[in-house]
């Protein structure tokens, strides 16, 4: 069974950093597109960062400058490093792992696997 493994969330204060990492199990990530997702409490989910078997990377406009997305081939690993973190970065992470891009003319894609999330929040 395919697995999703999130960690790295917790509590930091404004202009802070953290790194999220989405572990897989009984499967390699090299060939899926991963992306990171976020859902604050009375909101939607919305897509933050995706990164394709390709190499290419999408962030939405919010978190552009702030965070990187990157693959880690030897941890088999999809990492986003959060800096200069705002409140409004206060959320529960997902990570889902994609069989076809997550990303298609512009439209989110949803992912065939879901990691169980970690929390993030942002607040002094």
């Known amino acids: 069974q395919v697995q999703l493994v999130e960690s790295g969330g917790g509590l930091v204060q404004p202009g802070g950093s953290l790194r999220l990492s989405c572990a897989a199990s009984?499967?390699?990530?090299?060939?899926?597109?991963i992306g990171w997702f976020r859902q604050a409490p009375g909101k939607g989910r919305e897509l933050v960062s995706v990164?394709?078997?390709?190499?290419?990377?999408y962030y939405v406009d919010s978190v552009k400058g702030r965070f990187t997305i990157s693959r880690d081939k030897l941890k088999n690993t999809v990492d986003l490093q959060m800096n200069s973190l705002k409140p409004e970065d206060t959320a529960v992470y997902y990570c889902?792992?994609?069989?076809?891009?997550?990303?298609?003319?512009?439209?989110?894609?949803?992912?065939?696997?879901w990691g169980q999330g970690t929390q993030v929040t942002v607040s002094s």
């Open positions: 889902g792992a994609g069989n076809g891009a997550l990303r298609v003319d512009g439209r989110n894609k949803e992912p065939n696997y």
């Open positions: 009984r499967f390699t990530l090299d060939y899926y597109a």
């Open positions: 990164f394709d078997w390709l190499g290419g990377e």
